[in-house]
């Protein structure tokens, strides 16, 4: 499909904890390379399942909830899931999101994250919090500077169109890694076992805790990915990841969550924006970008 007309605009970090100014087809697999932390090297990275949740909820729990908390945020790729802060005005109201770094100062997240269509305006502040759980937050945190989301996202609330990406003060990806991104054929996406993994507002109210889950692809079309792995408010801008060639090779997101299943189709899966060969060159322009501004 066309590449999205940008809607870019730079933050002024601090006033608005205040203010901002404004300043298809899949083709054959498109890779992107993650940037992977030292601590891969000693294989100290594994996937965690401690805690299995059993409890009923709406929205985007399918069946049985199957989500898991990260117990050590530290270790990749959780290191590189990010909370995010979204300040929109100046009485202090704060939304909650989730980001994945995919480069040492570049998050890509959904753009519900960064623009209210339904209040017509864009977040005045933004605070990102790799690897945060709870009240920790082992890499600190930073604000974001720039961000680029597509301008059909604003006009027209295009679903399709509900990607962003953030420009980090500080990068704190040198510290956590990052996901590389990955787009391939139908038949190839079908086979993959992916992974959802953010800050879901039903089982921490406070959208602080970090939550894994995993599933098979449900369903899938030209720019969306359909799966059955439960999410809850807060995960929005969460990546929809998988191992290529294990956890050595660094973790490649393939759809960035944005609805849960009241959207799509209820009570049997959740929805991400699918990355294409076309959405991943717009990522990458972007990227460009940012690093110029």
């Not at 040492?104 to 339904?118: E, F, K, Q, S």
């Not at 809850?232 to 998988?242: D, H, M, Q």
């Amino acid at each position: 499909m066309p590449k999205f007309e940008t809607e870019h605009f730079n933050l002024e970090p601090g006033k608005g904890k205040s203010a901002y100014q404004e300043s298809h087809k899949n083709n054959k697999q498109k890779v992107y390379k993650p940037h992977l932390p030292g601590h891969l090297k000693d294989e100290r990275s594994k996937i965690v399942r401690d805690i299995i949740f059993n409890r009923k909820s709406v929205e985007s729990v399918i069946y049985e909830d199957t989500r898991k908390i990260v117990a050590d945020t530290t270790t990749y790729p959780f290191s590189a899931i990010c909370s995010l802060d979204s300040y929109w005005d100046q009485k202090g109201f704060i939304t909650r999101g989730t980001g994945a770094m995919i480069g040492p100062d570049i998050v890509l997240t959904c753009a519900h994250n960064v623009y209210d269509y339904i209040r017509t305006r864009r977040v005045m502040d933004m605070e990102v919090f790799p690897g945060r759980q709870g009240e920790t937050s082992p890499f600190n945190s930073t604000a974001v500077k720039d961000i680029f989301f597509p301008k059909e996202w604003q006009e027209s609330r295009d679903w399709d169109a509900d990607i962003a990406l953030l420009k980090l003060a500080e990068p704190l990806g040198d510290k956590t890694g990052g996901f590389g991104l990955v787009s391939d054929e139908d038949e190839e996406i079908k086979k993959m076992k992916i992974s959802a993994t953010g800050y879901s507002g039903d089982l921490d109210p406070t959208a602080r805790t970090q939550y894994y889950n995993e599933s098979n692809i449900y369903d899938l079309t030209d720019t969306s990915l359909f799966y059955q792995a439960d999410t809850f408010r807060g995960n929005s801008g969460s990546a929809v990841y998988t191992f290529l060639n294990g956890l050595e090779n660094g973790a490649y997101i393939t759809a960035v969550h944005t609805n849960g299943d009241d959207h799509w189709t209820p009570g049997f899966s959740n929805r991400g924006r699918r990355l294409d060969n076309d959405t991943i060159d717009q990522i990458l322009e972007w990227i460009d970008a940012a690093n110029k501004v």
